[in-house]
């Protein structure tokens, strides 16, 4: 529908002051969206995604153990998402940095990347004890995303309380002014309410897609936005009972279409284009879901056709078999760290892993004689799919 038809999603502007600029900041009407959404475009794409949503659920039970695809699907979400906002850190990366070895790009980009993953485990555990997804949460939320490294001096945890802007050099030239600080309370509280109020009834998908864009507009905090955007689709799915598990990473659609996703969500403030987004972002979860399903499928069929072949090995296939399963939650180890884990002796990981290595399973990737590296190469590339950083501008 043209935007002529739709001025009540169209917002308001107010004047604001910032850097001796006086700017034209937006005020987003509050959710849900009137005139009322448009549904029949919308239909079949909300069907193919809560299929593929229903089937990557299913893979949770069908799993012998869903940890393997935690550990490394939430931290797959964590780096795409954070390299849409331009961390240049590598899968492999964040990996390294969490086995306490030197990552290849500046350790601050890794740290907001293992912050990302601290702060949707925090928030999960905060629903899973029966905390309301809330304004409260999701302070509690910025906070840790934000500690230590270069977001340590923008508020973590606080609204904010100056005007920011998107694009640009300098307010005037931004493509786009959120609330000014003075009514961006406001606007929160309004969120909020929508958050907790079953009238509207809107479908926890197409819920999700209209919170994470009021989010977006409404830009409350100095930094950690977009992640904290995109972190509140998984908790929200999460919270409603869509997702059984935080498998999905829908960054890695929006990392891959992210002109065509920052042009929607500013054409959800100019023309009130919701059915746009929301159909977007339905296709996208959709992708994202069935790619994540057929990941996991395939990665179980390399753990079991590299355990039939651990099981030849006879007398040593005990260990390498508990060696074989650790790799799966953690792929990358080093002997001292998976003895302590698995309370095994420093020999029998080390004789463990050399089978591992002749059988083609594993890989030493540190080329140092002593504290080596060891990696379940295989299945990082597998899992990794789509990672790799954006090129620097």
């Not at 907001?112 to 928030?123: F, T």
């Not at 919270?239 to 498998?247: F, I, Q, R, V």
């Not at 065509?260 to 959800?268: A, E, G, K």
Request: aromatic letters at 8%; a positive charge; one cysteine or more.
């Amino acid at each position: 529908m043209p935007a002529a038809k739709l001025p009540g999603r169209l917002g308001t502007y107010v004047d604001s002051s910032v850097a001796g600029e006086t700017v034209r900041a937006f005020i987003p009407p509050p959710l849900p969206p009137a005139p009322k959404l448009e549904f029949d475009g919308l239909y079949p794409h909300l069907e193919r995604a809560s299929q593929s949503l229903g089937r990557l659920n299913s893979m949770t039970k069908l799993l012998p153990d869903v940890r393997f695809l935690l550990y490394l699907y939430v931290r797959k979400e964590a780096l795409v998402s954070s390299q849409i906002e331009g961390t240049q850190s590598s899968f492999i990366d964040l990996l390294l940095f969490e086995n306490e070895a030197a990552p290849k790009v500046p350790v601050e980009d890794v740290e907001e990347v293992s912050n990302y993953v601290a702060a949707m485990q925090h928030g999960l555990r905060r629903l899973a004890g029966g905390f309301p997804l809330s304004l409260r949460l999701i302070r509690e939320i910025h906070a840790i995303l934000l500690r230590g490294g270069r977001g340590a001096n923008k508020t973590p945890g606080e609204f904010r309380r100056t005007q920011n802007w998107i694009g640009g050099s300098r307010p005037g030239n931004a493509s786009f002014v959120p609330p000014p600080p003075h009514r961006v309370m406001e606007c929160l509280d309004s969120l909020e309410r929508f958050l907790h109020d079953e009238k509207h009834k809107f479908p926890v998908l197409v819920e999700a897609g209209l919170v994470h864009v009021q989010f977006e507009s409404i830009h409350p905090f100095l930094d950690g936005n977009g992640r904290l955007g995109r972190l509140l689709i998984t908790l929200l799915l999460c919270s409603k009972g869509s997702l059984t598990e935080p498998l999905l990473y829908p960054s890695l659609f929006l990392k891959t279409n992210r002109n065509h996703y920052y042009d929607l969500l500013q054409r959800v403030r100019t023309e009130g284009a919701w059915e746009d987004w929301l159909s977007f972002f339905l296709v996208g979860v959709a992708d994202v879901a069935e790619e994540a399903a057929e990941t996991a499928e395939r990665t179980l069929k390399l753990f079991t056709k590299d355990k039939d072949k651990i099981q030849k090995l006879g007398r040593a296939a005990p260990s390498a078999l508990r060696l074989h399963e650790f790799m799966q939650t953690q792929p990358y180890v080093r002997i001292r760290t998976a003895a302590k884990a698995l309370k095994l002796t420093i020999p029998t990981v080390t004789s463990a892993l050399k089978h591992l290595m002749q059988l083609a399973i594993v890989k030493e990737v540190s080329g140092r004689s002593r504290d080596r590296l060891f990696a379940y190469s295989r299945y990082v590339n597998m899992v990794s799919k789509g990672t790799e950083p954006l090129s620097a501008p």
